[in-house]
């Protein structure tokens, strides 16, 4: 899965139908040529999402070619051409260098040997940042109120082994539940810095979960759009059920996003049809779809929070955004002022700093 922000359609609320089209055609192409197995292409918000399968394994420079050179066509002859908002956006660097990573597109790659029947779940989501999966992937993989598997099945008892990325220092750690999940919990509450990359199946180290962890600020030093994440989940046969994966999801937990990037909001579970940012930008979205693997082949999507029984989970985020929006300027509704260094803020408050005298009362 790689994607990237090339252009918004109008502003920063969806893409373009034409900018699908387009990536359509040049998978299309890819996998007629027989360098993917199969692809889907769809969007989360102003977000354009690859999702691809294939035999090369991660990192491989032709697919990240690929994706790459898909984002800036899209961006020179549909981005630009119209004017879309934000044209080329996530494409931070000149020229391709053999790996998007750390060149702007979020990827999330995970190389696995395909299970007699391997049900997957790909997870996208807008206006916020890597960090808002650690509630539901610590929710899955380690609590038992959410996934009764991990109490039921003999297969998950032992537990799940979770790599945590240290976003400022470059460092992973990695850390096993439920033995060490009181240290798991210290860092990943702690969405401006730990966020999980991977968990693995601890009996077998089978890789069930991988998620982007891009980071654009610290790419360009500045503030350029969040980094609106995905993640992709193996479910069922000794690994939650997908029932158990969305019900990380039933409860709109806040995260770190929204208008500018710049606010704290409930993340809401939406169908595909409604992956579009509205209110404030927002509120901050995710997509749930479902594929059965075969071959390599994408069964799919079952666009899988396209259903009533998320209906509550979408009301109650409208009830926390239309509380939480009240705040205004306020913290904790805007980020704390360490998050906004990478924002246009510290440019207001520069203004101000000769205009500070000393205290002499
Ligand atoms: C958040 C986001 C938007 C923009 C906002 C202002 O990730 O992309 O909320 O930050 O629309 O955009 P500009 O400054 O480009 O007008
Ligand atoms: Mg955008
Ligand atoms: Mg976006």
Known sequence: MIKADVGGWVGHSTVHPKQLELAKQKLQEAKEGGLIIDYFVFNAGDDLELLMTHTRGESDPEIHKLAWDTFVEVTEKVSKPLKLYGAGQDLLVEAFSGNVRGMGPGVAEMEIEERPSEPVVVFAADKTAPSAWNFPLFKIFADPFN????????????????????????????????????????????????????????????????????????????????????????????????????????????????????????????????????RFDGPPRVVALGFQVHDGVLEGPNDLFADPAFNYTRRVAQIVADYIRRMGPFEPHRLPMTEMEYTTLPRVLE????RFAAVTA
Not at 351 to 354: A, F, Y
Request: with cysteine.
């Open 147 to 278: 996934t009764a598997g991990l109490v039921i099945d003999p297969k998950m008892h032992d537990g799940f082994r979770f790599e945590v990325m240290d976003t400022l220092e470059n460092k992973v750690v990695t850390l096993d539940c439920p033995e060490e999940m009181y240290d798991l919990l210290a860092l990943i509450g702690s969405y401006e810095r730990y966020v999980i990359r991977r968990v693995w199946r601890k009996a077998d180290n089978l890789l069930a979960a991988v998620a982007s962890v891009t980071r654009l600020s610290l790419i360009a030093g500045r503030y350029v759009g969040k980094d609106d994440p995905v993640l992709i989940v193996r479910a069922q046969h000794g690994l939650p059920a997908i029932g158990e994966i969305l019900e990380a999801f039933s409860f709109p937990h806040l995260v770190e996003g929204w208008m500018r990037g710049s606010h704290v909001g409930p993340l809401m579970p939406v169908s595909l049809r409604d992956a579009k940012c509205t």
């Open 351 to 354: 203004r101000l700093k000769d």
